[in-house]
Every structure is written in C-alpha cells, then in structure tokens.
C-alpha cells in the first residue's frame, strides 16, 4: 500500500516568510508525529497527534511552530516568520494507535526546508 | 527522561565482513527499540525493533540486533555485509505507554556505515 507522502519534497523561502508543509499518513494509522532533522541537532520530535486527543506539542521549539491534523488524516505544519536556523529536513511519520503495532513509526521522505 | 548513545559517528567494513553498529540507551522502565536506516535523500525505513521476548531479533535484509539489559545496549549485527548495505543507521527508543510517558522516538545521533567492496 501507500506510505507517508509529504509536499513539497523541498522548500526554498526567504527569511521571515511563513511555509507550510504536509503530511499524509498511511491509511488507517491514527497516530502521526513530526520531527526534524538538521545537522548538529540529530532527529527532534516536534509534536505528536493521536485520533482526536489534544496534541502533544512538548517538542515544538518556539510558537512560531504550530501544526493541525484535519479530519484525523492530513496534517500541515506551519512555521511562521522563518529564521535561517530553521533550515532542516522536516520528517513526518505514522503508526498504528493500538496495539503491538503501533510501536514501529513509518516515516515519510522528508520535505527539505531551505531559509536564505 | 530517555536518551541514546551511538558512540561510533562513522563504521568501515570490508563486503562480506560481519558489521556491527553499536547502541546504547537510558530509559526509566523498560525499553522498546528500534532501527532505522536511511540512505541519501531518503526518509528514514524501519529494521527491526525489540518489544519484549526474545533478545535476538530478525529484521529486514538480513540484519539482526540483540537486546541486552544489563548492558543496557541493542547492537545492530549483520553477518555478512554488502555494499548496498551502506547508509545512516539510527538506533531509537521509547517507553511503554502505560508508564505515561510520551510516544515519539529518541534517536541517537546516527552511525554512517560504509561497506567497502
């Protein structure tokens, strides 16, 4: 079947523009995370969904981050007035709510997020 | 709070050699771990993980990892390496949600492991 799709695949944007990325998860997992991965900083959790729970935005480093989840399916990350800092590579990633299953989290591609 | 050691930024191995990528973790409680893999602009794609049981166990491509709770480690073993083998291995842990602990992953910092023909 499909796997996580995420758009663009990469993001050129000027600093102090605002970007959104997307996510589609896999069919039928209720669980979806985002993370980011730059250089020195390794893979970060940004903030996770689950069905129709309140997020868990913990990972989230400053409110200019903010992301939703319509309709438990789709969901868009948005990163107001971009800095260069925030230049990385955004992962987006699902899994299973329940059960063994939703141990193993199945990423996407990735979108590459450039800020000059 | 979790974390995850790989210790070794970058692993060579000759192809056909056995290959091992180290892990080590901290956590309250215990462990669920993972591998991934990622090559070259590419996401990351699951290998295996550990949830319970038996302390070997058999992922994709042949790769192997063995869970060792004294040592508190989970290495990443192939007996026999191959070229295409070559890529970013991330080692991964979370807890057991009943602990109430948060879902995502912990990831080490990743191993660059390059087999040479």
């Known amino acids: 079947g499909a796997g996580v799709s995420q758009s663009p695949s990469n993001k050129v944007t000027e600093k102090g523009k605002d970007v959104e990325l997307r996510c589609d998860p896999i069919?039928?997992?209720?669980?979806l995370y985002w993370y980011r991965q730059s250089l020195g900083q390794g893979l970060e959790f940004l903030i996770y969904?689950?069905?129709?729970?309140?997020?868990?935005k913990s990972g989230l480093p400053s409110d200019r981050f903010s992301a939703e989840r319509t309709g438990g399916s789709v969901s868009t990350l948005t990163i107001q007035r971009t800095q260069q800092e925030d230049s990385a590579v955004y992962l987006c990633a699902s899994s299973l709510g329940t059960g063994a299953s939703s141990y193993e989290q199945y990423f996407g591609p990735g979108t590459r997020l450039t800020v000059t | 709070a979790q974390s995850v050691a790989q210790p070794e930024d970058q692993v060579n191995v000759a192809e056909g050699n056995p290959l091992t990528v180290k892990c080590t973790y901290s956590?309250?409680?215990?462990?669920?771990l993972f591998w991934y893999v990622q090559y070259p602009n590419r996401g990351l794609q699951f290998l295996l993980k550990y949830i319970t049981g038996d302390n070997l166990v058999k992922g994709s491509y042949g790769f192997e990892a063995e869970f060792n709770k004294s040592q508190t480690s989970f290495h990443l073993k192939k007996p026999s390496a191959l070229v295409s083998d070559s890529a970013l291995y991330f080692c991964?842990?979370?807890?057991?949600?009943?602990?109430?602990?948060?879902?995502?992953?912990?990831f080490g910092s990743g191993t660059q492991l390059t087999v040479l023909p």
């Open positions: 969904f689950q069905g129709n729970s309140a997020p868990d």
């Open positions: 069919s039928g997992h209720t669980a």
């Open positions: 991964a842990v979370r807890v057991p949600i009943s602990s109430g602990s948060a879902r995502q992953l912990t």
């Open positions: 956590v309250s409680g215990n462990p669920y």
